[in-house]
């Protein structure tokens, strides 16, 4: 269990689900979820990572946060009826663990930790997509670059990154020819290897010196709100 939200429960409170759980591998690009789609299913992710994008009437979207093994999508829907408010995309290959809303909302109801959990995952959740705002409108494109490699590496259990350049366009808002430009960049300053749809983490060290203080600041949040990792 890699989950960090899963893993903190009681094993009394995570009784309350475990019928109901089922085991899922999602592909990249996978979507999950338009704006106003009802929120049937909550995604635990154990390795991988999805993203929240917002999107622009003109077809223009950027991703507001990320939810890997430290969270939950959708995890709102365990409190009462959700839709969600962004389009949600598979961002690398998840393999999560997934429960219906309404089995959470049962458990949800008969568990003061469950409760607790989900209050403070959401609070967690904004703090991530509100830190998210600044960064887009204040931070150079290689420091959103390198805290976005940073955060990806944290949730995945290679140094392998596999996305498409327009992938990369939309997680930072910016055209194809500035994601190429950027990687180059980072690439001869030895942090990464770019290859045509693949970035491989070379140099960890490097990215966090490159990385803006968002990286830090989001990971403080969820280190202040949610439980130990085990």
Known sequence: M?????????AEDYALIAPHLTAVE???GRLLY?????????????????????????GAAIE???IGREGALG???????RQSLSRIIVQTPVKATRIGAGAMHEAWD????????V????????????????????HPVEARFCRWLLTCH??????????????LADMLGVQRTTVTAVARSLQEKGAIRYRRGVVDIIDRPALEALACECYGAINRTYERLLPPEH
């Open 75 to 81: 995890l709102m829907a365990a409190v009462s009826p």
């Open 26 to 28: 999602l592909e990249r």
């Open 154 to 167: 944290d949730r995945i259990s290679n140094d392998t990154v596999a996305l498409t350049q327009e992938f």
């Open 64 to 66: 507001s946060a990320t």
């Open 119 to 138: 209050d403070k995952h959401t609070e967690a959740l904004f703090g991530h997509a509100i830190q998210s705002v600044a960064c887009n409108a204040l």
């Open 2 to 10: 890699r989950n960090r939200l899963l893993a903190s429960l009681p």
């Open 34 to 58: 338009d704006p106003g789609d009802p929120i049937e299913t909550i995604y635990f992710p154990q390795d991988g990572v999805i993203s929240l994008m917002t999107l622009m009437e003109n």
């Open 110 to 117: 008969k568990s003061a930790a469950i409760k607790d959990l």
